[in-house]
């Protein structure tokens, strides 16, 4: 149930709906991931990059669920630093989410293009899921 204050929403329903524009966005990236995972030859490093900005908006949109500041960034271990303390679940993917980070840059330019495998892609796309269902176990929206 909404609370209302004087024809507005309480601070708390607008954080939840700016919540809830993160995770649609990362839903976005997740849809993104299927339908190219469809393709005879798909798109590995577009593939790596929608699971790198999932699993950034994600993390992002739990860091404003707990009053938390986000930053500009693109480094998941930074993002998952901040993020653990209110869901440490997620501290076993820091490895992943150090390999997942360059996606966020390395696979978007022709100067320091990088191809990753389809197994990567999968792999990224797998965490990316993991990650959702952790952060939507944690946060009651």
Same mark, same amino acid.
Do not use: M
């Given at each position: 149930m909404k609370h209302f204050i004087m024809g507005r929403l309480s601070m708390h329903d607008e954080k939840l709906s700016v919540v809830k524009l993160w995770f649609k966005k990362a839903d976005s990236d997740l849809k993104n991931i299927e339908n190219n995972l469809k393709a005879d030859e798909p798109p590995t490093d577009t593939i790596c990059f929608h699971a790198q900005q999932a699993i950034e908006k994600y993390i992002k949109g739990?860091? !404003?669920?707990?009053? &938390?500041? !986000?930053? &500009?960034?693109h480094d998941l271990v930074n993002l998952l630093t901040s993020i653990s303390a209110y869901i440490p679940e997620l501290e076993v993917f820091e490895d992943k989410l150090h390999e997942i980070s360059r996606y966020g840059v390395e696979v978007r330019y022709p100067d320091i293009f990088y191809e990753p495998s389809l197994e990567e892609a999968k792999s990224a796309f797998e965490v990316a899921l993991k990650v959702k269902d !952790?952060?939507?176990?944690? !946060?009651k929206i």
């Open positions: 739990a860091l !404003i669920y707990f009053g &938390k500041h !986000i930053t &500009k960034t !952790i952060v939507l176990s944690k !946060i």
